[in-house]
Each structure stands twice: as structure tokens, then as C-alpha cells.
């Protein structure tokens, strides 16, 4: 288990590019890679009132990925604070029957493409793009945080804590989608 502390900022168009160039003077990226994450809902919503959120991330559709519990531990209004449990796996399927038949019925499928840079003694930075917008998300201790948000120059920038489902959610509601997964047009 390990403790996860993140933020993340919406950025205006043409913004990645900027970011991407000052985060590569801290380090070098990961190649860009197409996730599809499956997340994990009892049809009653107690997972969501007990705080507790299972997703499978699957890597560019191979059938391999990650296993994740993310359970909140707090409310806190300046970082996204959970724990989280992690494990690989090499059936993404399978996993996804299991977790439906253990009661977490309600699926919602979600799709991002993610460039990721591992700051030495630092955090971990996501440039993210969804089928809504673009984002950076950071991760880290809360004071690594705000030094990187600096060090990127979006210290006088809206932040979000929510998760990109419910940041979906957000979308969806404005823009009266009714389309629970989130999924770029083919």
C-alpha cells in the first residue's frame, strides 16, 4: 500500500506543449501511451459513500495492466489524498468479471492518453489528454507539489482534487451528455 497526493490543473489549449518542454529540462518523458481504465461501482453507491474505488488500467489494449483499490481517507480541499493498493495483472477480462461478481456491478470506462515524467527526489508529473480536455496532474509530497506547480508557472491556476470520472461527471452534466464512459471518437 502507498499513500497517493495529487492534483491536477486543466490546461487551455496549446498549454501541453509549453508544460512538456519545462518538465523535460527536470527529466525525460515516457513514451505517450493510450490507457483504458475500467472503474468500479456497487449499483447501491455504497462503494462511493464508503470511499472505496477499484479500477483496472489497461496499457495500449493488451490485455495486461493494473489492479487498483483506491480507498479515501479524508476530505481534504487542497490535495486528492487516498490509499492505494496496486497489483500487475495479465488478464484485464478476467479481472473485470471478477470484481462484477464480488458486487461492484456498475462499470464506467474511461480512455486517456499519458505522458509521464518521474522527477528524481521529486514527483511524478502526467500530461493527460481525455476526450474533454487536457490536464496536469501531479503527485507527491504536498510541498514537492506546489514547487512543480511553481517551477511550471500554473501557481495562479484553478486545481481540481476530483478524480477524472467525477471530473467527467462535471462535463457530462454541462454539456448534457448522457454517455456514462468517457472514450475518444474513433
Not at 4 to 15: D, P, Q, R, W
Not at 33 to 62: A, H, L, M
Not at 85 to 101: A, S
Not at 157 to 184: G, H, M, P, V
Amino acid at each position: 500500500m502507498k499513500k497517493e497526493i495529487e492534483v491536477k490543473i486543466k490546461l487551455n489549449k496549446g498549454e501541453r506543449e509549453k508544460v512538456r518542454l519545462k518538465l523535460n529540462e527536470f527529466s525525460s518523458a515516457t513514451p505517450l501511451v493510450k490507457e483504458t481504465t475500467y472503474g468500479f461501482f456497487t449499483e447501491d453507491k455504497q462503494s462511493i459513500e464508503k470511499g472505496i474505488f477499484p479500477r483496472i488500467k489497461e496499457f495500449q489494449n493488451n490485455n495486461e495492466g493494473l489492479l487498483t483499490v483506491k480507498v479515501k481517507k479524508e476530505n481534504n480541499k487542497d490535495y486528492f489524498r487516498r490509499d492505494k493498493y496496486e497489483i500487475k495483472i495479465n488478464d484485464v477480462k478476467f479481472f473485470r468479471d471478477f470484481l462484477k461478481i464480488v458486487g461492484y456491478g456498475r462499470e464506467i470506462i474511461f480512455e486517456k492518453e499519458r505522458e509521464s515524467w518521474k522527477i528524481p527526489d521529486s514527483v511524478l508529473v502526467n500530461l493527460d489528454i481525455l476526450p474533454f480536455g487536457e490536464f496536469v496532474e501531479i503527485e507527491g509530497e504536498p510541498e514537492q507539489i506546489e514547487k512543480m506547480v511553481k517551477d511550471l508557472g500554473l501557481e495562479n491556476r484553478e486545481r481540481t482534487i476530483k478524480a477524472y470520472l467525477a471530473l467527467w461527471d462535471d462535463y457530462r452534466k454541462e454539456n448534457n451528455i448522457s454517455e456514462e464512459n468517457c472514450l475518444f471518437k474513433n
